[in-house]
């Protein structure tokens, strides 16, 4: 059976690449610590992140469904209908969790399946909180339809034992204290993934576990970027990082570099991104209608003028209608539905 050495793996990933980064992520973390940002800004781009987050993990996937529909499906103003209504509903219910109570769940087996059980709340079909029944893989839809194995996880019968030597080798690792829990969370997400505990939700879990782990460890700009949204942008980067760390894992011969490099990658593109949101936003010197255009622009699908009212609630009326038609003018936005049903979009074909 595979066994779990975060130590020796560990001293392998210090290389100048990898330790830059994380000096990056340490930096950004300092500065952008929640006592320095404004609280208003901060629940403004939460909401935003949540709506993305639900939306790109499930989309990866191949879930999905209509922006309208998704959007109220977060903010729970309807029951989900469809089955990846239903998965898309226990995406958001375990994102909510992690959220919220990160501090209360430890990374263990157990925990993992209480997860895994609310994510297929709503789903009804058995798989939810328990671990895979019959053997499976990671398959790869060809474009001629046929299927190629991508990677053959962990047998059915032993996935069990394996989670849970996963789950103690971490958390030793992590008690040890100097090994940087930026480097063990992506070894971690990598064995977790090759093990593939479950029938299904294998890919979903790993990005609400990695979004847990970041957040017990005080890196909680997933809360405010999204995370997932990073991933989905860069499917290619990371389902290539994650083909070649896996090479010969069963052997323990794997080189977890390119996942971790990957990783990191994003959650520095995620933390730059926060400091660029951060600065417009604050910024007394940027005018009101780029502030417009920028809420606009990061906003998922539609957006009505109240809602973009109710986020710069400084901003006249008058003022957000004079810069809607300004952006209509110029074909920077589309107009949807009229009367007071109208809404926006960003015109990202001129992108
Ligand atoms: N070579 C690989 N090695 C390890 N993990 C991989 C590899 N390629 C893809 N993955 C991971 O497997 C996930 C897809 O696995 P699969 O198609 O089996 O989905 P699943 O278990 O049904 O769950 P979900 O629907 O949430 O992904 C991807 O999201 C990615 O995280």
């Not at 992140?49 to 996937?61: D, G």
């Not at 030597?165 to 992506?186: G, T």
């Not at 009101?288 to 990061?298: A, P, V």
Request: glycine content about 4%.
């Amino acid at each position: 059976m595979r066994s779990f050495d975060f130590e020796k793996e560990y001293s392998k990933l210090l290389t100048p690449d990898i330790v830059s980064y994380i000096a990056q992520i340490h930096e950004y973390r300092g500065r952008y610590s929640a006592d320095n940002v404004q609280k208003e800004l901060l629940s403004e781009l939460l909401e935003i992140a949540r709506i993305q987050s639900t939306e790109a993990s499930n989309r990866i996937e191949g879930i999905i469904t209509t922006d309208d529909r998704l959007k109220k499906i977060v903010r729970e103003k309807t029951l989900p209908k469809t089955r990846s209504e239903k998965e898309i509903a226990g995406y958001r219910d375990v994102l909510a969790t992690i959220h919220e109570n990160y501090e209360y769940i430890p990374v263990s087996s157990n925990m993992i399946l209480q997860l895994h059980r609310d994510l297929y709340k709503f789903s009804g079909n058995g798989y939810g909180g328990n671990f895979k029944s019959v053997d499976n893989v990671i398959a790869e839809e060809l474009p001629d339809g046929t299927k190629r194995v991508r990677f053959q996880p962990v047998p059915a019968w032993e996935t069990a034992e394996t989670v849970n030597d996963l789950c103690n080798a971490f958390k030793d690792a992590v008690n040890k204290q100097f090994m940087d829990i930026l480097l063990l969370l992506p070894m971690f997400i990598l064995d977790f993934l090759c093990i593939h505990p479950f029938n299904d939700g294998n890919g979903r879990m790993s990005r609400l576990l990695t979004l847990l782990i970041l957040y017990k460890s005080e890196y909680y700009v997933g809360q405010y970027i999204s995370i997932e949204r990073l991933i989905s942008d860069t499917k290619e980067n990371y389902y290539e990082a994650l083909q070649e760390s896996s090479w010969e894992w069963h052997e323990g011969r794997n080189d977890y570099a390119p996942f971790v490099k990957y990783m990191l990658g994003v959650i520095v593109a995620a933390y730059r991104e926060f400091a660029d949101r951060v600065e417009i936003l604050t910024d007394k010197t940027i005018s009101k209608s780029d502030r417009i255009e920028d809420i606009i622009r990061n906003s998922y699908g539609r957006i009505t003028k109240a809602e973009i009212a109710a986020q710069c609630p400084e901003i006249s009326q008058t003022t957000i209608q004079r810069t809607l038609n300004e952006l209509l003018k110029n074909n920077q936005i589309i107009k949807i539905g009229g009367g007071r049903y109208t809404s926006y979009v960003w015109n990202r074909e001129n992108e």
